[in-house]
């Protein structure tokens, strides 16, 4: 396992993640099973496990605690709060108000009286940064954090969070958590940069693009994976942007066979070969999806297999831009676009 500093936090991390939104109903993943994959990814050096005040209602954060306990000193925990959390209007955000209140639940379901990294889950548009970033640093002198960061911020508005937290004289995000894979390489032409620029830690989620690229969707194939049962929309191969990603999918198949790679190899190298890139979270449901992801830990892609992918996928493209969480509010709802 490789192990990146965090940012400018000091913290060493590794390469690779574990990320825990499957743990629990969304992943069917029981407190054994989640208990199994924590045990099985701390052994193998993985030291960072990340989390979400909304992954399954809270399950996976009562699962996360209870697996960690014991060890609580060798992990970098990290969770998020900022999604919707129940349909009560106040309950997600970046207010004061609620960041506060999420993250004393956080520390109950995950037994715990401090996390290592708190993450607003995205941008809220009705909050100030001075708002959200004054509550953060009045929690980071509690002691009840030790450094924050974002998750899925637009380049712009990562820049503004670093210039006011520089005006106000707050603690500033020191990490950003964007989706980033083969498939989707948008953040290559801001996001990563601004991060560079700002010296930020880079987690990124979903490098296996929800299953795409982890060798089980071929053309002809059935497809199966857990994430088709909710977001069938992103898997139906009749879609032109689907069928895009078919299509990649296949000419990276065969640049990974001539690599002697996995398909899995390939997308988590190409991740973490990114010189902006701290991380790459995998999601693991089970014991033997963390063992084909684990032997990605190591991999190295040459320049040749670098360059045969930015001939498949181009630099800083998007093959399905729709599925975007960083979009900025007026483009999805005229209202805010018109006077």
Same mark, same amino acid.
């Given at each position: 396992?490789?192990?990146?500093? !965090? ?6 991390? %590794? ?53 960690? @306990? ?116 948008? #953040? ?15 987690? #990124? ?20 994976? %857990? ?28 640049? @990974? ?10 997308? !988590? ?17 089970? !014991? ?11 991999? #190295? ?33 005229? @209202?805010?676009?018109?006077?």
């Amino acid at each position: 396992m490789q192990y990146r500093t !965090l940012g400018r936090t000091g913290v060493q991390v %590794s390469s690779l993640a574990l990320g825990a939104m499957n743990f629990g109903r969304i992943g069917r993943t029981t407190l054994d099973e989640a208990t199994a994959v924590v045990d099985a990814a701390l052994e193998a050096g993985i030291n960072l496990v990340d989390t979400a005040d909304v992954y399954s209602g809270g399950e996976s954060e009562e699962m996360v605690g209870r697996a960690v @306990a014991g060890r609580r000193d060798d992990v970098v925990l990290a969770t998020k709060a900022g999604l919707p959390a129940s349909d009560e209007r106040n309950h997600r955000g970046g207010s004061r108000r609620w960041l506060i209140t999420a993250l004393e639940g956080s520390l109950r379901r995950l037994g715990v009286d401090h996390v290592d990294l708190y993450q607003v889950h995205r941008w809220d548009p009705s909050t100030g940064d001075e708002e959200t970033l004054s509550a953060l640093t009045d929690l980071q002198r509690a002691g009840k954090i030790r450094h924050f960061g974002s998750s899925t911020f637009p380049a712009h508005r990562v820049v503004q969070a670093q210039w006011a937290a520089r005006e106000h004289h707050l603690s500033r995000y020191v990490t950003e958590q964007p989706a980033y894979s083969v498939l989707q390489r948008g #953040v290559e032409a801001d996001v990563l940069p601004v991060a560079e620029q700002y010296e930020l830690g880079v987690l #990124v989620w979903s490098p296996l693009a929800s299953g795409w690229l982890s060798g089980a969707i071929r053309e002809g194939r059935e497809i199966t994976t %857990s994430r088709s049962a909710f977001m069938p929309q992103r898997f139906d191969t009749s879609l032109p942007a689907n069928r895009a990603k078919l299509d990649a999918v296949e000419r990276l198949a065969q640049v @990974a066979a001539e690599a002697g790679l996995t398909m899995i190899q390939l997308a !988590l190298g190409f991740v973490t070969a990114h010189p902006a890139v701290t991380s790459a979270l995998i999601g693991p449901r089970t !014991l033997d999806h963390l063992r084909s992801q684990l032997a990605a830990a190591d991999t #190295v892609l040459s320049a040749d297999v670098l360059d045969a992918i930015d001939a498949i996928v181009a630099p800083g493209v998007d093959l399905a831009a729709h599925e975007k969480n960083d979009t900025p509010p007026a483009l999805l709802d005229p @209202a805010l676009r018109r006077r």
